[in-house]
């Protein structure tokens, strides 16, 4: 069986209609209510992996299945969330931007 990630942003942006004033409110605001989440479709649950991430944008499975890169639009940076046993849970700066990020993946090599 599999499981889903996602980010999720809770914040003030209405979801019926997202203009790009929501989203810049968002970031100016510095809203941190954004969330890594887990979804198990076998359980029907959702974990929280991460919380108080600041306008989460993306996330991607690295090749080898032992971290999520999670794009974090406001502080432009990339988080990187082990899922490796010895590892899993801990979180690292994978990358600062010179911009805010918009969404992540990998590409053909499986590399980002």
Known sequence: MFVIFLSSNISTINRNAPNFRDFALVILTGDNWGRLLKFDPKTNQVTVLLKNLMFPNGVVLSKNNDFLL??????????????????????EIFAKLPGRPDNIKRHQNGEF
């Open 70 to 91: 999670v794009a974090e639009t406001t502080n432009c940076r990339v988080l990187k969330y082990w899922l490796e046993p010895s590892k899993a849970g801990t979180v």
